[in-house]
């Protein structure tokens, strides 16, 4: 049953009833209150903003913060497919696509205030994926020719900050550090295609 407000106690009522129980003001004139209906077209702009799904592991596929989604829609192509999106410690994302790898960074704490990054590497060209995990921290780390490992910490700041290096994540979860390890073999078993 709809409810609607009464004007003058402002308490919630059934719509069926002659007069307001609580304050006796009659409720003829009162319109329910009513949800907004969706708009036909709103809802296929929402429809067609989002980014395309295909198979791959259902367990490895985050929301991620609305600044890198928006990012991710940006840079894919037309044909191209996600099939892996997780979310680091900060504004970072690791997807996978039915082409290549990308490391999407936005945010303050990974350097990118205003703008954002994205290090992006096709699968023929990764030579590792692997996750270094700490005590109650880490990253993961993806490497490339160009590319190479180098010593990296999570509690540093500046250029040895897997924050602020663009082929690393943030990591400070247990279940990160599993969906991390389960991308990288997801990742390595597409290298060389």
């Known amino acids: 049953m709809p409810l609607i407000e009464c004007p003058d106690c402002k308490r919630e009522i059934s719509d069926a009833a002659p007069a307001c129980p609580h304050c006796g003001r009659p409720m003829k004139t009162i319109a ?4 907004p209906a969706i708009i036909p077209e709103a809802l296929a702009q929402v429809k067609s903003a989002a980014v395309p799904m295909e198979s791959g592991p259902s367990n490895l596929r985050d929301q991620l913060p609305g600044r890198l989604e928006k990012v991710l829609s940006e840079v894919l192509e037309r044909d191209e497919t996600v099939q892996v999106k997780l979310k680091g410690a900060f504004k970072e994302a690791l997807v996978c696509t039915s082409k ?3 490391i999407l960074k936005a945010g303050f704490m990974t350097g990118q205030i205003f703008g954002s990054n994205i290090f992006q590497v096709p699968y023929r060209n990764i030579t590792s994926a692997q996750v270094k995990e700490h005590l109650i921290s880490g990253y993961f780390e993806l490497s ?3 590319e190479q490992n180098r010593p990296t910490s999570y509690w540093k700041t500046g250029h040895d900050s897997a924050q602020n290096r663009e082929n690393c994540v943030s990591l400070n979860s247990r279940d990160a550090f599993r969906k991390f390890r389960e991308a990288s073999t997801f990742i390595l078993s597409r290298c060389g295609k």
């Open 32 to 35: 329910p209150k009513t949800t």
């Open 100 to 102: 290549r790898v990308l």
């Open 144 to 146: 490339t020719g160009g």
